[in-house]
């Protein structure tokens, strides 16, 4: 395994790719194109956001449509969600070229590292890269399948002879705009306007989602590899000691530094997939429900409900899992045989890494810590707030 060669935009292109075509990769100086882009991305977001509200809150809910109001609040909280990421990822930028940069000097260190060390560092890396693929199905599928329905119908319709116009995404529009949208050129703004938001918001969950699941794994494997490093370390001579201790010191304190980064980037975005999730779950089952009841099935929703599950349980299990890893390192440093060593200095720096890994490393919100325990309440949540809906609209 001598030709491990990790680069971090090509190991996550897909991930990166998304980035680079939405215009929020951290790297290089934005062009003007570039700021036009992300300008007309956010304009167009904003415009389909307000049509959504306005036909929810005007339309839907007073004419007790109850489905079509649920269904136009998924995509509000999507079109929210949207535009709160973008925002984060430009905002940030600095900081996650930082992140990036880390993550990209551990590679190279891994260069030197034996054949364990690097299938450690794979591993990680490998499971980092199958979460791209994940998401890159989920937003594929469920941004992707509203404008390819729209066409299968109005295939079908035409084939049948009875050819008329189907709109990507079906709303009530302000009533200048409502009288006339089946109209070919009304239509066409329409389409002009709703399908560069479906890709839009589309890039942005490849581009968005992974990131913070690659940097915890990561992390995890890093603390896997200092687990085993420091639990021989004190069967070594004394300056082999000295040196490899304050090497392991220094590399567990830049961990618990990435993850501080990572959660001022990132701390307010999970509050909102947090609260927000409690409602798509609900919101998605009950228009699958409710499309299984009239003898239709939506896939476009079978992917959104699929995607607000894992939108926050893929977060929380891997959060899950660098607690656990950072418990093991914890327990690797107390049984690493430090009491048969009588130096004061390394004594003082077990002291002190203990002292640091009293608080485990997690991913949190503003209130909560991602994990499992979370996500089960979370879930609790959903099923309580569906049964509600049911009870009231079913």
């Given at each position: 395994m001598s030709d491990l060669?990790?680069?971090?935009?090509?190991?996550?292109?897909?991930?990166?790719?998304?980035?680079?075509?939405?215009?929020?990769?951290?790297?290089?100086?934005?062009s003007m194109l570039?700021?036009?882009?992300?300008?007309?991305?956010?304009?167009?977001?904003?415009?389909c956001l307000f049509f959504l509200l306005y036909s929810m809150i005007l339309h839907d809910f007073p004419d007790e449509d109850y489905g079509e109001g649920v269904k136009n609040g998924m995509i509000v909280i999507v079109s929210t969600s949207v535009v709160i990421k973008f925002f984060i990822l430009i905002h940030h930028r600095e900081s996650l070229v930082n992140l990036i940069k880390i993550v990209q000097n551990d590679y190279e260190e891994a260069k030197q590292f034996n054949n364990d060390d690097k299938t450690i560092i794979l591993d990680y890396a490998q499971k980092g890269k199958d979460i791209c693929k994940i998401w890159i199905v989920i937003a594929a599928g469920a941004s992707m399948m509203f404008p390819i329905k729209a066409i299968v119908l109005m295939a079908y319709y035409s084939y049948r002879g009875e050819f008329k116009l189907v709109p990507i995404f079906d709303m009530n529009y302000p009533d200048v705009i409502n009288a006339h949208k089946y109209e070919p050129k009304t239509y066409l703004l329409l389409f002009l306007l709703v399908f560069?938001?479906?890709?839009?918001?589309?890039?942005?969950?490849?581009?968005?989602?992974?990131?913070?699941?690659?940097?915890?794994?990561h992390m995890c494997g890093q603390l896997q590899l200092?687990?085993?490093?420091?639990?021989g370390l004190f069967s070594q001579n004394e300056a082999d000691i000295k040196e490899?201790?304050?090497?392991?010191?220094?590399k567990l304190q830049s961990i618990y530094s990435f993850l501080k980064t990572v959660q001022n980037i990132f701390t307010v975005q999970y509050e909102y997939n947090l609260k927000t999730t409690t409602f798509l779950i609900p919101f998605a089952f009950f228009q699958i429900v409710q499309s299984l009841k009239n003898r239709e099935f939506n896939l476009e929703f079978v992917f959104f409900f699929i995607g607000a599950i894992l939108?926050?349980?893929?977060?929380?299990?891997?959060?899950?899992m660098l607690m656990d890893k950072s418990g093991k390192m914890r327990e690797a440093i107390y049984s690493s045989g430090w009491e048969h060593n009588a130096n004061i200095k390394n004594r003082k720096t077990i002291l002190f890494m203990l002292t640091r890994t009293t608080m485990p490393l997690v991913i949190r919100t503003i209130f909560y810590p991602i994990c499992l325990d979370t996500f089960a309440g979370m879930t609790r949540h959903s099923y309580t707030i569906?049964?509600?809906?049911?009870?009231a609209w079913g």
């Open positions: 060669n990790l680069i971090f935009y090509k190991e996550f292109k897909i991930t990166t790719m998304a980035m680079r075509f939405n215009r929020s990769w951290p790297y290089g100086k934005r570039c700021k036009i882009q992300g300008f007309l991305s956010y304009f167009v977001s904003v415009v560069p938001f479906d890709c839009f918001a589309g890039t942005m969950y490849v581009a968005f989602d992974p990131l913070v699941p690659i940097f915890m794994l200092l687990s085993q490093r420091i639990t490899n201790l304050r090497s392991i010191n220094r939108h926050f349980y893929i977060p929380c299990y891997y959060s899950d569906y049964n509600l809906m049911n009870a």
